[in-house]
């Protein structure tokens, strides 16, 4: 990654940086735009294995249909004449199929299911899963194979071995238990081994726990306050030559679900289930079927407190990647169709064992999607929960050549009696927070501009809105105007609304265009603004219009006047590796800008004491950066210099 720094362009170093990302534990959609930009630098030689990569890059950080396009493009690459292209090609085919289900899926999102990371306080960098609630007694077990455990050694893949922890929430905050009396209450003393160690389930009543090692599920009971010995379950449920990873049981502890892999299954992991006989053994297990089990892994198996609905993951049925989390309601008939729990439940990744309460809406879970804090983490779940609407309005307050404006807003819910809300705006920006949503009443109130009212709708969810609102005034046919302009890109509008005047207070004539000067009826202010390609800082002092304003700057100067500039720089949200942070790359083509017009004057002779430079504001701007540097139209504008001359 720091050759990049050195030729941010190089295709190789870029698609290496790509696959450093790709291939790490966590923060895997980062190497989305490295591989776009060894892409997009790449001309006859285009690496074949690098439009393989971003498609999957694109599908880990959820951005189905483009992942869909590039394996797409990917597949004419394909050498099929050998057994490895044909295992390619399938898997290509594979992916443009389960991108088509997350487009399914995204487009029914659930904005009511709420899912939040437990933070660092239970989550590190080496993983956590596996959680076992222990009711009404706020604790939770969890597995983790981070550093500083029971076992000193790391096991053949480098990992530190598998042990259980436990956490305890206070006030709304997880913390772990370290102590060994506290610890005790909940586990066996010296449960954890030098061995992988990990937490299964609880029996209902909390006086059974039942854990994983050694390939096999083992049991523990609390008598007199104090948890016994482990012991084996029997050899219905386990076997020296099946790894049997995760356990549920029925709120009567009388039937127990459970993951193995059988000769009599249907492809890799299935879930069976065996119940109990009148001598209290384990009678043969049974295959749970086809509607549950596929010719792919399922794992994890939850059963209701009511035995009537079993969740479980799975990497085949109708998923969107990895295990998705499934759930299958009993019928007369058996199970019946497995239910994918959709996003954001479910990720482009793993999300695999979901425990919930008596009431089925709320849980835990373990994901390694996106965003993580390491290589998978568990999250709490609240499913279709109420949510609280917020929606937070940041704008700009501008005449006709886009100078900022300090006013008043006052934005109201139409057909409603909640008072109205107020606020200004300073240097153009404004900025309000509203739970209301529906069609709101905008009044504009400036200095230099007559008062005015617009109508905007604001979405029925918690949303972030960009809005623009320009006050210009004009004469026509010798009666005079004011328009007032709300655009907004989150709400993809651009209005008008016209009211007629008794007299002009300001004069715009001029309409500017993109790149261009702008100057009001006595040729002041004039603005030059510049736009860039990604990551450029120089200015192009041969334009025709930056020469005007160099020209208008001298004739100033001859008149005695102090030359007073003012510097807008921008970046779009473009990640930028050359300069780190976008500020950073809009600050030096502050800097910049500031350095070539202070030498193009001095070069006409100006006298450097003469030159003032305002202010130079430096921002980030435009559109949500949505994995598509090739897109440039897209975020052209947002990246510019204007130079202004007061």
């Avoid at 009431?359 to 709490?380: C, H, L, Q, T, V």
């Avoid at 050549?401 to 404004?430: H, V, Y």
């Avoid at 302009?485 to 004539?509: F, G, P, R, Y």
């Avoid at 473009?574 to 500031?594: C, F, H, M, Q, W």
Wanted: charged share 25%; glycine share 6%.
């Amino acid at each position: 990654l720091k050759l990049l720094t050195l030729n941010s362009k190089d295709v190789v170093y870029n698609f290496e940086g790509g696959l450093s990302y790709y291939f790490a534990d966590f923060e895997q959609a980062k190497s989305v735009p490295l591989f776009e930009s060894a892409l997009e630098n790449s001309k006859e030689d285009t690496i074949p294995e690098l439009c393989y990569y971003l498609a999957r890059a694109y599908h880990i950080n959820g951005d189905f249909e483009k992942s869909k396009e590039a394996f797409t493009h990917f597949k004419p690459f394909i050498k099929t004449s050998t057994k490895s292209g044909q295992e390619l090609m399938k898997q290509s085919d594979y992916y443009i199929n389960i991108n088509d289900n997350g487009k399914k899926q995204l487009a029914n999102k659930n904005e009511n299911t709420i899912i939040k990371n437990l933070g660092t306080s239970i989550n590190s960098t080496y993983g956590e899963y596996a959680p076992v609630m222990k009711k009404n007694e706020q604790v939770l077990l969890f597995t983790s194979r981070r550093e500083n455990g029971t076992s000193k050694k790391v096991d053949t893949d480098l990992l530190p071995y598998e042990d259980i922890y436990v956490a305890k929430q206070v006030n709304d905050n997880w913390q772990l238990i370290t102590d060994k009396v506290e610890l005790e209450k909940y586990i066996p003393k010296d449960l954890n081994t030098k061995k992988h160690d990990a937490g299964v389930i609880y029996s209902s009543d909390g006086n059974t726990l039942y854990t994983y090692k050694n390939d096999l599920i083992w049991k523990s009971i609390l008598e007199n306050g104090k948890w016994s010995n482990l012991v084996e379950l029997d050899k219905n449920i386990n076997s020296s030559q099946y790894n049997i990873p995760s356990v549920n049981l029925s709120k009567d502890g009388n039937t127990i679900y459970f993951t193995t892999t059988r000769k009599d299954g249907f492809g890799g992991k299935d879930i069976y289930k065996s119940s109990k006989n009148e001598e209290g053994k384990w009678n043969v297990a049974e295959n749970l079927g086809d509607k549950i089990n596929t010719k792919f892994d399922e794992d994890a198996p939850f059963i209701s407190d009511d035995g009537k609905t079993i969740y479980f993951s799975s990497k085949g049925h109708d998923g969107i990647g990895g295990y998705d989390i499934y759930k299958s309601e009993l019928t007369d008939n058996g199970w019946g169709k497995a239910e994918n729990m959709g996003i954001p439940i479910n990720s482009a990744l793993d999300d695999i064992y979901l425990i919930v309460d008596e009431k089925e809406k709320n849980g835990f879970f373990a994901s390694n999607r996106d965003g993580g804090i390491g290589g998978i983490d568990i999250y709490s779940l609240c499913i279709n929960c109420p949510t609280k609407i917020i929606n937070t309005i940041n704008g700009l307050l501008v005449d006709n050549i886009e100078t900022p404006i300090d006013g008043t807003l006052t934005t109201q819910l139409l057909s409603s009696n909640n008072p109205a809300e107020t606020t200004q705006s300073k240097a153009g920006k404004f900025s309000f927070v509203t739970a209301t949503t529906g069609k709101h009443q905008i009044t504009v109130e400036a200095q230099n501009f007559e008062k005015q009212t617009t109508t905007i709708e604001l979405p029925n969810k918690t949303s972030e809105t960009d809005l623009t609102i320009k006050l210009n005034q004009f004469e026509k046919n010798e009666n005079k105007f004011q328009v007032l302009t709300i655009s907004s890109k989150a709400l993809n509008i651009t209005q008008t609304d016209t009211i007629k005047l008794e007299k002009l207070i300001v004069i715009n004539n001029l309409h500017p265009d993109s790149s261009s000067i702008q100057t009001n009826a006595n040729n002041t202010p004039i603005t030059y603004q510049e736009f860039y390609n990604y990551n450029s800082t120089t200015i192009n002092t041969n334009n025709l219009s930056y020469t005007k304003l160099i020209n208008q700057a001298l004739t100033n100067s001859k008149n005695g006047e102090k030359i007073v500039i003012e510097i807008e720089s921008s970046a779009s949200r473009v990640p930028t590796l050359t300069y780190k942070t976008n500020i950073n790359l809009s600050s030096v083509r502050g800097d910049e800008a500031k350095k070539i017009i202070i030498q193009s004057l001095i070069d006409k002779g100006i006298s450097e004491e003469k030159i003032i430079v305002n202010s130079i504001n430096s921002i980030v701007s435009g559109p949500t950066y949505s994995s598509d540097s090739y897109n440039i139209e897209k975020y052209k504008k947002s990246q510019y210099v204007k130079i202004t001359l007061k």
